[in-house]
């Protein structure tokens, strides 16, 4: 295993100046391949700010970030949305489901975009939603189906080409005990077969729950400890 993710020294400013908001100061975190690991903070705190950061969704102020060993800091949009569509499976906390296209078609979208023929993404659409447990619900519609079948639909989209890393933000956010319970069960076994799993979250419990905790407050990374057990285990 090697160092997939490596952030350096990064910092995210927002109006420069007098009245300027430091969202990332100085931070620096290693992910290696394989691993499963949860960033927690409270709203502000800066952790949607490293997220858009590991997803390529934005760039820093200053700094670098390096994905597979490549530089991707300073890549322009057109590279950048190359990468994400290579390298990152994004989980979100509202689904964002197209919601006049059925499970199937929701999860072949991504796989359009990405030049992939037609037989090859039903295949691929077919085996992620098989994957989740929703055999039966793929030619279902958003509207038709819970909210956990819906995440469920997400993690599909998000696995069906085996993009290297998993970036889930609050992927239980609007989920009953349950639907959290088989969303965290189906991260932990991508995280088995070898995908590198990293969960936003604000909520303790569900940190808990990942091999390693990084938490991030006012902008800093304040604690980065490893779990003793994968679910439920405390601080080492």
Same mark, same amino acid.
């Given at each position: 295993?090697?160092?997939?993710?490596e952030? +350096?020294? !990064?910092?995210?400013? %927002?109006?420069?100046? #007098?009245?300027?908001?430091?969202?990332?100061?100085?931070?620096?975190?290693?992910?290696?391949?394989?691993?499963?690991?949860?960033?927690?903070?409270?709203?502000g705190?800066?952790?949607?700010?490293?997220?858009?950061?590991?997803?390529?969704?934005?760039?820093?102020?200053?700094?670098? %970030?390096?994905?597979? $060993? &490549?530089?991707?800091?300073?890549?322009?949009?057109? *590279?950048?949305?190359?990468?994400?569509?290579?390298?990152?499976?994004?989980?979100?906390? $509202?689904?964002?489901? !197209?919601?006049?296209? =059925?499970?199937? #078609?929701?999860?072949?979208?991504?796989?359009? %975009? +990405?030049?992939?023929? +037609?037989?090859?993404?039903? *295949?691929?659409?077919?085996?992620?939603?098989?994957?989740? $447990?929703?055999?039966?619900?793929?030619?279902?519609?958003?509207?038709?189906?819970?909210? $956990? &079948? &819906? &995440? +469920?639909?997400a !993690?599909?989209?998000a696995?069906?080409?085996?993009?290297?890393?998993?970036?889930?933000?609050?992927?239980?956010?609007?989920?009953?005990?349950?639907? =959290?319970?088989?969303?965290?069960? !189906?991260?932990?076994?991508?995280? /088995?077969?070898?995908? =590198?799993?990293?969960?936003? =979250?604000?909520?303790?419990?569900i940190?808990?729950?990942?091999?390693?905790?990084?938490?991030? /407050?006012?902008?800093?990374? *304040?604690?980065?400890?490893?779990?003793?057990t *994968?679910?439920?285990?405390?601080e080492?």
């Open positions: 295993m090697g160092a997939l993710v952030v +350096r020294d !990064i910092c995210k400013i %927002y109006n420069p100046g #007098e009245n300027e908001v430091r969202a990332l100061d100085h931070v620096d975190v290693v992910i290696e391949e394989n691993e499963f690991v949860a960033i927690i903070g409270h709203s705190s800066g952790k949607s700010t490293l997220m858009n950061m590991l997803g390529c969704l934005d760039v820093p102020t200053s700094g670098s %970030y390096f994905l597979h $060993g &490549q530089d991707v800091s300073s890549m322009s949009d057109d *590279e950048l949305s190359d990468i994400r569509n290579k390298e990152i499976g994004f989980i979100f906390q $509202g689904f964002n489901l !197209i919601p006049n296209l =059925t499970a199937e #078609e929701n999860v072949e979208l991504p796989l359009i %975009y +990405r030049g992939v023929g +037609r037989r090859q993404r039903k *295949e691929l659409a077919r085996k992620a939603l098989q994957k989740v $447990g929703l055999a039966n619900r793929m030619d279902h519609k958003p509207s038709e189906m819970s909210g $956990g &079948q &819906q &995440q +469920r639909v !993690i599909a989209r696995i069906a080409q085996a993009p290297p890393v998993i970036l889930a933000d609050e992927p239980t956010g609007n989920l009953d005990s349950n639907s =959290t319970k088989e969303i965290m069960d !189906i991260l932990r076994q991508l995280h /088995r077969e070898g995908r =590198t799993v990293i969960l936003i =979250t604000h909520d303790n419990e940190a808990a729950q990942a091999k390693r905790v990084i938490r991030i /407050r006012d902008g800093k990374v *304040e604690e980065d400890v490893t779990m003793e *994968e679910a439920g285990g405390r080492a």
